[in-house]
């Protein structure tokens, strides 16, 4: 339960920190983003040029994918091509969707389809985004403040940022 926990809250953080006391997320870049025409909607057009946003050398890697949270993924879903045809694809039931032939990564920590937000992010993230992570975790036990139980402070270090804008992009909906 602890070891999730930290997980969950070191996933908010590396996808959506300000760098202020936690990682700088992967969606926070300021160099990171590429407006988009729509504010509060995407297009199959708008997808086609994110992929093609991205430095070709990291555009033809095995890891390169999309992310996204579940709401932009159903936004997504309903989109088709000039022939009536849906542009997602839901693979072969074996958990393996893809969108453009690039596969999906959901992420809830990805902020919805709004003006001014990134919703929509495209690379190689591996290459692209480092994450530092310091082994261990701190326990402190407190054993006096809430009497007669113990109390436990648990600390993780982990840091993070984008370090290669060639490798990722992000799509950003309407003009700040």
């Not at 994110?50 to 095995?62: E, G, I, K, N, T």
């Not at 009497?147 to 490798?167: E, I, S, W």
Request: glycine share 12%.
């Amino acid at each position: 339960l602890l070891g999730e926990r930290l997980g969950r809250i070191a996933n908010t953080q590396l996808t959506t920190g300000d760098g202020t006391g936690d990682p700088n997320g992967i969606v926070t870049a300021s160099t990171l983003g590429k407006t988009a025409a729509a504010t509060a909607a995407v297009t199959p057009d708008e997808i086609i040029d994110l992929v093609h946003s991205v430095d070709p050398a990291y555009r033809q890697s095995p890891k390169v994918r999309f992310m996204f949270n579940d709401l932009t993924l159903a936004a997504i879903r309903k989109l088709k091509d000039g022939d009536g045809n849906y542009i997602w694809d839901p693979g072969d039931g074996s958990g393996g969707s893809s969108l453009l032939g690039y596969p999906i990564t959901e992420i809830e920590d990805m902020p919805d389809v709004a003006t001014d937000a990134a919703a929509i992010a495209f690379g190689d993230f591996a290459r692209g985004y480092l994450i530092v992570d310091r082994a261990g975790v701190r326990v402190l036990r407190d054993p006096y403040s809430a009497k007669p139980y113990v109390l436990f402070y648990v600390t993780k270090r982990v840091g993070g940022g984008v370090q290669n804008f060639d490798a990722i992009k992000a799509l950003k909906f309407g003009d700040s």
